[in-house]
């Protein structure tokens, strides 16, 4: 009786080892090659790093950037040095009070705005192409408003949206307080900047 104890003891004592070593081969094989290929698919991740942006002088409480695509966004500027890009403006007018914008300035203008703060004409007849899609909002000035949150004085905002293949990677905005030409450039040549400030070389 003793002996069939030793015996089924020894079984067990067998079994238990086997289950330790099987499981960790297991484990060494999950860590040598199936992690190895979870870092595969997020190559992007380790390939493109953020680092620290750090904000330039014209961007202030009044202005707001947002990125959605880091990669796109490095491989998009140069798109923009070679004039690989399309201008898409237009205006955002006050409803409830007379708009003056329209008269105050022009899209072309704008455009001209632009085109010197790139440094480059746009090309024509491109397929692939940055677009940089924006708007010049009018305050209105009329509506009505919650007293209750502070309420900041501005003529109105400037809007910008980076677009690469209809996908928007990056945006600016900044309110002009003035309806001034020469904030309006200032404005937008800050806007030019920040996108630039925003992109990172690939590490």
Do not use: H, W
Request: with cysteine; charged share 35%.
């Amino acid at each position: 009786m003793k002996r069939n104890r030793r015996q089924s003891t020894i079984i067990n004592n067998f079994f238990t080892l086997a289950s330790i070593i099987i499981i960790t081969i297991t484990l060494v094989i999950y860590l040598t090659y199936m992690r190895d290929s979870k870092d595969d698919i997020n190559d992007e991740k380790i390939f493109i790093t953020k680092e620290k942006v750090i904000p330039l002088e014209c961007e202030d409480s009044t202005s707001i950037s947002k990125l959605f695509n880091q990669k796109l966004l490095n491989k998009s500027i140069n798109a923009l040095n070679k004039g690989y890009y399309k201008l898409d403006g237009g205006y955002t007018k006050s409803l409830n009070s007379k708009s003056i914008i329209e008269d105050f300035i022009s899209i072309s203008e704008i455009d001209d705005y632009f085109i010197k703060s790139i440094g480059k004409k746009a090309k024509n007849d491109i397929k692939k192409f940055l677009t940089i899609n924006y708007e010049i909002i009018e305050n209105d000035k009329e509506k009505k408003v919650d007293l209750t949150k502070k309420i900041k004085f501005k003529a109105g905002t400037i809007r910008a949206s980076f677009r690469a293949n209809f996908i928007e990677i990056f945006v600016f905005s900044k309110d002009f307080k003035f309806y001034d030409k020469k904030e309006i450039q200032s404005i937008i040549d800050c806007t030019i900047k920040v996108y630039k400030n925003n992109a990172k070389k690939y590490k």
